[in-house]
């Protein structure tokens, strides 16, 4: 099941190895703490969830949060920079846009394939000294004490077991299990939409320029790739969605040309497709005794604004602060998983969760919406956007995750 057999006592009992369990787990290893990593699906295998054919656009502070883990040069070696987005609204005028130069920076973000940023997490964290990756295995049972948090695990084919942590985190997605058995409810609605993946062949080279277009049915991403290539999010509506999914990959072509226009030449070479349903979920809670919810267990986005990933990968350098520093004070009272910890960073996440919640979900509705008085309002806010001084510095900000207190991690300040 893993390289190492598993012990009984952990510092941390980590629920998921996807992108953020993985990602959160090599942030731990520098602490010198005992880390299982508890993960249902082999990353080898076509299934992996997590690590799939989407690709992820990482904001800058999530390409900090690898440079201070010491990955980005593995990462960086297939991933290509975002220098220029590009917003539009179809059937209107004028576009949106920001422009890494005029944010005196080198690139507003970063694109990789999630299957071999997977490889790369999963390679590093077979080095990671103290973690401990059991796999396939899933939580079944959770039981909570004030000393210690009780998790069973139960292994594909044998015998399920016990193990303790001082602190138990839940990272196993937004359909969490374990946020459930930790007794955290959480607010699910569903948008009535799929986002349909896959890559293309612009005819115009993309030229490191990520597009976001609004359409009537839903937004469409077009994000840069290697060997210009473009990945493509096209959300669609809940009934549109099997029609669309069983086109050839001709009509599929033609049907995504239609959406998004010209500006990049025609379309072709379509690669492999899937779809994802698309649900706006935010847990009640984020902790409980001994616990905390992480990643898309604790909110799950629309992806239109490409910040799920990144939204977890704060939560996840959060954690490590608050880890670090009570590892640092060195009493019990603060020991990692006590309720102190646990409080503190509950309240340093609140506001970043929350802004990205009702930005993503706004975004989704005044662009979905066909009630003339918002119409105009979006039209507004368009040229607001580019003429209104500060408006475009503060939303790159925020596509780039630089707003707000940032924990040491998303600056790119290693915690040891
Ligand atoms: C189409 C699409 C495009 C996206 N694009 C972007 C983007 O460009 N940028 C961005 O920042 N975000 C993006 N996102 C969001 C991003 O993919 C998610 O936020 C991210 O995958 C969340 O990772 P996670 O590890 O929290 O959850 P998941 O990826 O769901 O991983 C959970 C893991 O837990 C495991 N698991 C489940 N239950 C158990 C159990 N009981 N025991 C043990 N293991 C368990 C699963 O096997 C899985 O490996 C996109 C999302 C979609 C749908």
Request: charged share 20%; net charge positive.
């Amino acid at each position: 099941m893993s390289k190492r057999e598993p012990q009984q006592d952990y510092d941390v009992v980590i629920a998921g190895g996807g992108m953020i369990g993985t990602s959160l787990a090599l942030a731990l290893a520098p602490l010198g703490l005992q880390v299982a990593v508890v993960e249902a699906v082999s990353a080898s295998t076509q299934t992996q969830p997590s690590f799939d054919d989407r690709s992820t656009a990482l904001s800058r502070s999530s390409q900090r949060l690898f440079e201070a883990l010491g990955l980005w040069t593995e990462i960086a070696a297939a991933a290509t920079p975002i220098r220029k987005i590009h917003v539009s609204d179809k059937g209107r005028f004028g576009f949106a846009h920001i422009d890494a130069r005029e944010q005196r920076v080198e690139a507003l973000g970063y694109v990789v394939i999630n299957r071999v940023l997977g490889t790369v997490l999963r390679d590093a964290l077979d080095r990671a000294p103290g973690v401990h990756l059991l796999c396939p295995a899933r939580i079944t049972d959770v039981r909570l004490a004030p000393e210690r948090a009780v998790a069973v695990v139960d292994p594909d084919g044998s015998t399920p077991f016990e193990i303790n942590g001082r602190l138990l985190v839940a990272a196993d997605g937004a359909n969490s299990n374990v946020r459930q058995l930790l007794g955290i409810t959480a607010q699910q609605s569903a948008y009535g939409q799929r986002a349909v993946i896959g890559n293309l062949q612009p005819g115009i080279a993309i030229d490191n320029i990520a597009y976001e277009r609004f359409t009537p049915a839903g937004p469409l991403a077009l994000l840069p790739m290697t060997d210009d290539r473009a990945a493509f999010v096209w959300t669609v509506s809940e009934t549109d969605a099997e029609r669309v999914l069983a086109l050839d990959d001709h009509a599929f072509l033609q049907a995504l040309q239609t959406a998004f226009g010209y500006r990049l030449g025609a379309f072709s070479k379509i690669g492999k497709r899937a779809a994802y349903p698309l649900t706006l979920s935010k847990a009640l809670r984020l902790t409980a005794t001994r616990s905390v919810v992480i990643g898309n267990a604790a909110h799950g986005l629309h992806p239109v604004a490409a910040q799920g990933f990144n939204l977890g990968l704060r939560d996840v350098a959060t954690l490590c602060d608050c880890v670090s520093d009570a590892l640092e004070s060195g009493t019990d009272a603060t020991d990692i998983g006590a309720a102190q910890m646990l409080d503190r960073y509950a309240e340093w996440r609140r506001s970043d969760q929350k802004k990205l919640v009702q930005f993503t979900d706004g975004l989704v509705r005044l662009f979905g919406t066909q009630s003339r008085p918002l119409r105009r309002l979006r039209n507004l806010g368009m040229l607001g956007f580019d003429f209104i001084p500060g408006v475009r510095d503060e939303f790159a900000r925020q596509t780039m995750g630089l707003a707000g207190r940032l924990p040491r991690l998303s600056r790119g300040v290693p915690l040891r």
